[in-house]
């Protein structure tokens, strides 16, 4: 996907990764970007000893024979160093679809990733020794790390070369920051790096910050993880909600609010844990893919030769649950008196002034798309998927929030006529008037029936929650047995809900999802950072509880996972199921309960768990007023951090916290 740069300089990004919107696992990789001042460094290749992988890094291997090490510490300078580079050839040999695996190979160049394989020493003395690829983004790769001083382990970001200067932002804001107490922030859900250091290597010089790990979530988490209960989940939103109010009092905007920069924080027995035992955790390396160049040349010394999958520490999570949610990744954050002049955004929960106008920034841009992660932490889905067309976009929002207002609408309609995707309504015969959505079919048809039992718009998000909660999804494996899976059907507290609220089952076992060999232990549960205050519920005005024959049932569930055959009277009259009993290429089953059930809507998730989904009528009421305050297309309208965190969905939270 390539990047568009709207008129108001805003670079719109692809995403990176994977994922599954119904059946549809759309892949888009992480795009180029022009080099702002193109630091193209070299190293000779000659000095990089390459086979099968095993290696060792270019960096450290040029700095071992330059006898100077890298250059380290704050104030760490050093001249590139030359080399044979010659950019014509610097082509590497794609696979289809490998982009989703790993980081963009095109980006190790001059300018770009550090070329790291695990066994690499990166800071001064090789300090931190790479065991492991945590991630990567855009602009960086993430490892796991071994900080020999401390014994300890940590996550390395190494930045893009071009990227690496005093006038980035992620290291503007680590400045800003950097003398704050660091029990403030961690008391504020802030995940600032404690540190940084400058590392020299054949594709430049990058700058590394050095955080605690945290396990990411990367999108929302997967079943099996114990982080599908009700009250988990408002706490979690409630701590995000808390970072990010901290940063607006402190006049900074995070700029990139998305699951993907939320991180769980582990407990302090992970830093200590030997590297076998954390590796029985999240499994040993997986190589990927060996790099080549088209021409035949090595890969050195500008490209690791292997590229690894990233091990995920969300593995670990469920056995070293703190509760406590992180925000990390402060590489779009800015000063909001500050805009920086080059604006850069993911497409996913980018506001509409970010989309569709020259508007700057500010805290309002980062309230949208904090309501997007609830939705996406608190629901099954994204409210606009991240790996949409920018028409898709505009359908999504249309879809949910109605039809765009006067203040986007000639920017989007110049922008449309170039568009002729089946969504858009070329061929209408009428002109557009205002209150037409933009783009069809969905958008009309929906707010056709949206209209139709709700004549208020602004009830869009209700309306958006109570459809989603009908649409219950389970998933479970062949094997599965009876006792073994994951029945959430409660709510979060403060809300009514049927008679089994809370129930969990966990299954034990081997984790399926990774070919990593690993072990989900038992979880410590559900254990939210914010205390759950005891006493009880708001009732909200004319709150019913849920018909318990709308309620999907564990002996049903039960009966599924037996492999019983299954007809429509298996399941209460009123939820009108439909069972696809239909295989996936795992060797899963999925079974969705709806009104219809088409393949499309299908979803894709772990065969080995089964998660039901719901939240009850009172929980939609109150969360959708939450939402309606939050999506409104002008960002004056929307509101504060300070009144979100004082919504009645965080009643329970607050009152926890003044106990
Ligand atoms: N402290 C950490 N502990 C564990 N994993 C981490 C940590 N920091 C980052 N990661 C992993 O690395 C990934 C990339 O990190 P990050 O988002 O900071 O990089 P980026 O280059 O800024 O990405 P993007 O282009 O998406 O903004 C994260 O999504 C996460 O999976």
Same mark, same amino acid.
């Given at each position: 996907m390539a990047a568009k740069r709207t008129e108001a300089g805003v670079l719109i990004l692809g995403m990176k990764g994977p994922t599954a919107i119904g059946t549809e696992t759309i892949h888009t990789a992480m795009i180029d970007i022009e080099t702002k001042d193109g630091q193209a460094m070299d190293a000779d290749s000659d000095q990089v000893n390459h086979k099968n992988g095993e290696r060792t890094s270019a960096g450290v291997k040029a700095a071992e024979a330059s006898g100077t090490g890298e250059s380290s510490g704050r104030d760490g300078s050093s001249s590139p160093r030359r080399s044979e580079f010659d950019g014509e050839d610097l082509v590497y040999r794609q696979i289809p679809g490998e982009e989703l695996e790993h980081e963009d190979k095109e980006q190790y160049r001059p300018g770009g990733f550090h070329p790291i394989m695990p /066994?690499?020493?990166? /800071?001064?003395?090789? #300090?931190?020794k790479i065991v492991d690829k945590l991630g990567w983004g855009y602009g960086s790769t993430v490892w796991l790390c071994k900080d020999s001083e401390i014994a300890?382990?940590? $996550?390395?970001? &190494?930045?893009?070369? #071009?990227?690496? =200067?005093?006038? =980035?932002?992620?290291?503007?804001?680590?400045? $800003?920051?950097?003398? &704050?107490d660091r029990e403030e922030l961690e008391h504020n859900n802030i995940g600032l790096p404690e540190t940084y250091f400058w590392q020299d290597g054949p594709n430049g010089r990058h700058l590394c910050f050095v955080s605690k790990l945290v396990a990411a979530m990367d999108s929302r988490p997967p079943p099996g993880y114990g982080l599908h209960s009700p009250t988990l989940l408002v706490d979690l939103c409630f701590q995000l909600a808390v970072a990010v109010k901290y940063l607006h009092d402190k006049g900074i905007c995070h700029g990139d609010i998305r699951t993907q920069n939320i991180g769980l924080r582990l407990d302090d027995a992970v830093e200590k844990m030997s590297q076998h035992e954390l590796q029985q955790h999240i499994g040993d390396p997986l190589r990927h893919s060996e790099v080549e160049r088209l021409s035949g040349r090595p890969a050195y010394p500008h490209a690791p030769g292997v590229l690894f999958q990233r091990g995920s520490l969300m593995q670990l999570e469920p056995n070293y649950r703190t509760g406590k949610l992180v925000l990390i990744d402060f590489g779009l954050s800015y000063e909001t008196a500050k805009l920086p002049p080059e604006?850069?955004?993911y497409r996913s929960n980018a506001a509409p002034e970010l989309?569709?106008?020259?508007?700057?920034r500010g805290p309002a841009t980062d309230l949208w798309a904090l309501a997007c992660v609830f939705v996406q932490l608190r629901t099954p889905y994204a409210l606009v998927s991240e790996y949409d067309t920018w028409v898709r976009v505009l359908q999504g929002m249309e879809w949910c929030w109605g039809p765009l207002p006067e203040m986007y609408r000639s920017d989007v309609s110049a922008k449309l006529e170039g568009f002729d995707e089946y969504f858009v309504d070329n061929e209408r015969e009428t002109p557009w008037k205002p209150g037409d959505p933009l783009s069809i079919p969905i958008s009309l048809e929906t707010h056709r029936r949206t209209k139709a039992d709700d004549s208020d718009q602004t009830k869009s998000m209700r309306h958006f929650l109570n459809q989603a909660e009908q649409n219950f999804k389970c998933h479970l494996t062949k094997e599965l047995i009876p006792q073994e899976f994951m029945f959430y059907n409660g709510t979060s507290d403060g809300y009514s809900s049927d008679e089994d609220e809370g129930s969990i089952q966990h299954r034990k076992g081997k984790t399926s999802t990774s070919s990593r060999t690993t072990t989900l232990p038992e979880h410590r549960g559900d254990k939210p950072a914010t205390p759950v205050a005891t006493e009880t519920t708001e009732k909200e005005p004319g709150s019913e509880k849920p018909a318990t024959d709308q309620v999907l049932r564990a002996d049903i569930l039960r009966a599924i996972a037996r492999g019983r055959p299954y007809k429509r009277g298996d399941f209460p009259d009123s939820s009108n199921p439909c069972i696809c009993d239909w295989d996936d290429a795992r060797g899963g089953r999925c079974i969705r309960v709806a009104e219809e059930c088409t393949a499309e809507q299908h979803w894709y998730g772990d065969p080995d768990r089964i998660v &039901?989904?719901?939240?009850?009528? =009172?929980e939609q009421r109150v969360l959708g007023d939450l939402l309606e305050g939050i999506f409104k297309y002008d960002p004056n309208e929307r509101l504060t951090t300070e009144q979100v965190i004082n919504h009645r969905w965080f009643k329970q939270r607050r009152e926890a916290l003044k106990d």
């Open positions: /066994g690499d020493r990166l /800071g001064h003395q090789g #300090r931190y300890s382990w940590r $996550a390395v970001k &190494v930045l893009q070369a #071009r990227d690496s =200067n005093e006038e =980035n932002q992620e290291f503007k804001i680590f400045k $800003a920051l950097e003398h &704050v604006q850069m955004s989309l569709f106008k020259r508007s700057p &039901v989904w719901q939240i009850c009528k =009172n």
